[in-house]
Protein backbone atom coordinates (compact mmCIF):
# COMPACT_ATOMS: atom_id res chain seq x y z
CA UNK A 1 0.00 0.00 0.00
CA UNK A 2 2.82 2.59 1.19
CA UNK A 3 4.66 1.70 -1.85
CA UNK A 4 1.27 2.65 -4.25
CA UNK A 5 1.03 5.65 -2.55
CA UNK A 6 4.48 6.79 -3.52
CA UNK A 7 3.94 5.94 -6.81
CA UNK A 8 0.72 7.59 -7.00
CA UNK A 9 2.39 10.58 -6.12
CA UNK A 10 5.17 10.25 -8.21
CA UNK A 11 3.02 10.06 -11.49
CA UNK A 12 0.66 12.98 -10.18
CA UNK A 13 4.16 14.87 -9.78
CA UNK A 14 5.31 14.53 -13.35
CA UNK A 15 1.52 15.11 -15.22
CA UNK A 16 2.50 18.13 -16.38
CA UNK A 17 5.34 19.74 -17.43
CA UNK A 18 6.12 23.01 -14.91
CA UNK A 19 6.14 26.33 -16.31
CA UNK A 20 9.09 28.42 -15.52
CA UNK A 21 10.99 26.05 -14.47
CA UNK A 22 15.08 26.33 -14.38
CA UNK A 23 17.95 24.63 -13.60
CA UNK A 24 21.62 25.40 -13.06
CA UNK A 25 24.34 22.77 -12.52
CA UNK A 26 28.27 22.73 -12.07
CA UNK A 27 30.31 20.15 -10.75
CA UNK A 28 28.93 20.13 -6.95
CA UNK A 29 25.77 21.63 -7.05
CA UNK A 30 22.44 21.85 -8.94
CA UNK A 31 20.05 24.60 -8.32
CA UNK A 32 16.63 24.34 -9.30
CA UNK A 33 13.91 27.31 -9.74
CA UNK A 34 10.42 27.35 -10.05
CA UNK A 35 7.93 30.73 -9.77
CA UNK A 36 4.98 29.43 -7.97
CA UNK A 37 1.53 30.68 -9.37
CA UNK A 38 -1.35 32.84 -8.21
CA UNK A 39 -2.56 29.62 -6.25
CA UNK A 40 0.23 29.32 -4.26
CA UNK A 41 1.30 32.66 -3.04
CA UNK A 42 -0.44 35.19 -2.37
CA UNK A 43 -1.05 38.34 -4.56
CA UNK A 44 1.09 40.68 -3.05
CA UNK A 45 3.99 38.73 -3.28
CA UNK A 46 6.33 37.50 -5.76
CA UNK A 47 7.60 33.54 -4.40
CA UNK A 48 9.71 30.93 -5.86
CA UNK A 49 10.42 27.46 -4.75
CA UNK A 50 14.32 26.29 -5.07
CA UNK A 51 15.72 23.40 -4.30
CA UNK A 52 19.70 22.86 -3.94
CA UNK A 53 20.90 19.23 -4.47
CA UNK A 54 25.05 18.66 -3.84
CA UNK A 55 26.28 16.40 -5.52
CA UNK A 56 27.14 12.90 -3.68
CA UNK A 57 31.17 13.18 -3.88
CA UNK A 58 30.43 16.88 -1.91
CA UNK A 59 31.01 15.90 1.54
CA UNK A 60 28.36 18.02 3.61
CA UNK A 61 28.87 18.60 7.53
CA UNK A 62 26.33 18.83 10.09
CA UNK A 63 27.52 22.57 10.99
CA UNK A 64 26.71 23.11 6.95
CA UNK A 65 23.56 21.45 7.35
CA UNK A 66 22.65 23.78 9.98
CA UNK A 67 23.39 26.72 7.94
CA UNK A 68 21.74 25.32 5.10
CA UNK A 69 18.62 25.19 7.31
CA UNK A 70 18.87 28.65 9.51
CA UNK A 71 21.48 30.79 7.40
CA UNK A 72 20.52 31.45 4.27
CA UNK A 73 18.66 35.02 4.49
CA UNK A 74 21.16 37.09 2.62
CA UNK A 75 21.83 34.16 -0.36
CA UNK A 76 19.01 34.53 -2.25
CA UNK A 77 18.29 37.73 -3.87
CA UNK A 78 17.00 39.70 -7.07
CA UNK A 79 19.14 41.59 -9.24
CA UNK A 80 18.06 44.35 -11.09
CA UNK A 81 18.43 48.04 -12.96
CA UNK A 82 18.08 49.28 -9.37
CA UNK A 83 20.46 46.78 -6.99
CA UNK A 84 19.55 43.85 -5.17
CA UNK A 85 15.96 42.87 -4.06
CA UNK A 86 16.56 41.07 -0.90
CA UNK A 87 13.16 38.72 0.29
CA UNK A 88 10.64 39.21 2.96
CA UNK A 89 11.09 35.88 3.63
CA UNK A 90 13.07 32.45 3.06
CA UNK A 91 11.49 29.36 4.62
CA UNK A 92 12.86 25.92 4.42
CA UNK A 93 10.82 23.54 3.16
CA UNK A 94 11.45 19.82 5.38
CA UNK A 95 11.17 17.26 3.18
CA UNK A 96 12.24 14.06 5.32
CA UNK A 97 15.77 13.97 2.57
CA UNK A 98 18.75 14.87 3.27
CA UNK A 99 20.15 14.71 -0.23
CA UNK A 100 18.13 18.20 -1.22
CA UNK A 101 17.61 21.57 0.40
CA UNK A 102 14.13 23.20 -0.50
CA UNK A 103 13.18 26.65 0.16
CA UNK A 104 10.00 29.02 -0.57
CA UNK A 105 11.48 32.71 -1.38
CA UNK A 106 9.03 35.38 -1.27
CA UNK A 107 9.80 38.95 -2.58
CA UNK A 108 7.69 41.86 -1.71
CA UNK A 109 5.53 42.69 -5.40
CA UNK A 110 5.68 46.01 -5.12
CA UNK A 111 7.76 47.46 -7.43
CA UNK A 112 9.00 44.47 -8.62
CA UNK A 113 8.35 43.76 -12.16
CA UNK A 114 9.89 40.42 -12.58
CA UNK A 115 10.99 40.81 -16.54
CA UNK A 116 13.28 42.85 -15.51
CA UNK A 117 14.15 40.81 -12.54
CA UNK A 118 17.33 38.29 -12.50
CA UNK A 119 17.46 35.80 -9.50
CA UNK A 120 20.54 34.75 -7.83
CA UNK A 121 21.47 32.37 -5.36
CA UNK A 122 24.84 33.29 -4.10
CA UNK A 123 26.22 29.90 -2.01
CA UNK A 124 28.34 30.22 1.16
CA UNK A 125 28.21 27.25 2.78
CA UNK A 126 28.77 24.57 0.06
CA UNK A 127 30.52 25.60 -3.31
CA UNK A 128 31.10 29.55 -2.54
CA UNK A 129 30.00 29.84 -5.77
CA UNK A 130 27.37 32.71 -6.97
CA UNK A 131 24.67 30.80 -9.36
CA UNK A 132 22.76 33.60 -11.57
CA UNK A 133 19.51 32.61 -13.50
CA UNK A 134 19.99 34.66 -16.68
CA UNK A 135 16.60 34.00 -18.49
CA UNK A 136 13.72 36.52 -17.10
CA UNK A 137 11.70 35.25 -14.24
CA UNK A 138 8.21 35.14 -15.04
CA UNK A 139 5.61 33.92 -12.69
CA UNK A 140 3.65 31.08 -13.58
CA UNK A 141 -0.45 31.57 -14.08
Not at 101 to 108: E, G, L, M, P
Request: aromatic letters at 12%.
Amino acid sequence: MRLFAGLALLFASCSRPESGFQQLKDKALTVQLMPMDAAQSKDSLVSFRLRLIPEKSLSISSEQKQQLLFRMDSCFFLSGKTGKTFPLFIQPVPTGSDKSFDYIVAFDSVGANTDSLKMVYADRYLTNQTYFFKDNLQRSK
